[in-house]
């Protein structure tokens, strides 16, 4: 654990790959460390076309170009295994503890956790899974070949992968929990599926209990307008009920919302200084792979800030720094500049005087709370002596 990483990446799917890609660019010794396979969930995917300047790919074959561009770099590393725990240490710095390969420092850290299969918990869903209950068309589809299955689900991914699920087997119900015709996912899914003959839906319906031995056998479904449950003979179910994030981890470390997704600002910075959070993790309005990838290159590049801002102030407040003044402004208006200039004479040489433009040098302002420029932050040999804002 003695050698400290400019940064340490946890997770490599496409946000965490092309953070790699930028902290390489920039040289800043980094590590990122990835517990299954690099890419993430996007390798599940079996045609990219949303992605500038790739018109037909495999999720896997973008990923695979994204991690070979990341592993380019020399100063970049990369380590299978899984992260346990952060812990900040007293010079702002981080610890990163891992199940096998020990414990990691780094001046910043960005999380990529990405998401997961939300698991509802269903009778018979977690005894079954891997037998018959599925989450994934793309890894299980062939396993279906000329049998008949059931799909969970009605928005986008449900739709999509049902109709994919039909090159193989013979037959896709759909359970809706919906009306007839009504289905939450985009208009051009549903007509392609409702005009797909191996499609069929089952409207007003939610799955109660998966039967079966070894394998999934049959379902027992249950119409929410008859309240009457029915068995049905079914050699599979697939689930697309929506994700849930993996941040179990670093939960009580960083703010979160209720679902569990990670709360960033425009910088990709969680609310502890130096932890960035990138891609599906975060609190977003859109996950696709060309998001998280701008993700990841906006926290690279304002982590390196950070951590060069970081070192500055560090140098400058020693035990032995004397009287400083940190002196805040926003250098697009001329009367705060004024105003600095005002003060810079009234101090009269007895501090040495920094100017912070907040708009490139936010850290130490924002480290002290403040809400107001011009201000003005006041040291002796490293120790704060007051803060005067609104100058």
Partial sequence: MSEMYDVVIIGGGPAGLAAAIYAGRAQRKTLLIEKGS??????????IRNYPGTISDSGAGLMEKFKEHARSYATNEFKRTTVTGIEKAT????????????DFLAQCVLLDTGTKPRILGIPGEVEFAGHGVAYCATCDAEFFKGKEIYVLGAGDQAIEEADYLTNFAS?????????EGHLDCNEVAAETAFHN????????????EIKGKEEVESLVIKNVVTNESKEVKADGIFFFV???????????????????????????????????AIGDCTQTFLRQVVTSAA??????????????EKKQIDAILTPDSGKVAFLF??????????????MEEKLGGTYHVIRQD??????????????????????????????????
């Fill in 38 to 47: 690099y890419g993430g969930r996007i390798n599940d995917t079996r045609e």
């Fill in 91 to 102: 010079d702002g710095s981080f610890v990163i503890h891992t199940k096998r390969r020990g």
């Fill in 171 to 179: 037959k896709v119900s759909i359970i809706v929990l919906h009306e």
């Fill in 197 to 208: 003959p191996k499609i069929h839906f089952v409207w007003n319906s939610t799955l109660q």
């Fill in 242 to 276: 929506g994700m849930v994030p993996q941040t179990e981890f670093v939960k009580d470390l960083v703010a979160c919302d209720k679902k569990g997704y990670i709360k960033v600002n425009e910088k990709k910075e969680t609310n502890v200084a130096g932890i960035y």
């Fill in 295 to 308: 993700d990841g290159a906006i926290a690279a590049t304002a982590s390196e800030r950070y951590v060069k």
């Fill in 329 to 342: 402004y926003n250098p697009y208006d001329s009367a705060q500049i004024d105003a600095l200039t005002k």
């Fill in 358 to 391: 907040i708009t490139r040098q936010s850290l130490l302002y924002e480290r002290l709370q403040m809400h107001n420029v011009p201000a003005a932050a006041y040291y002796e040999n490293g120790q704060v002596e007051r803060i005067e804002e609104s100058l």
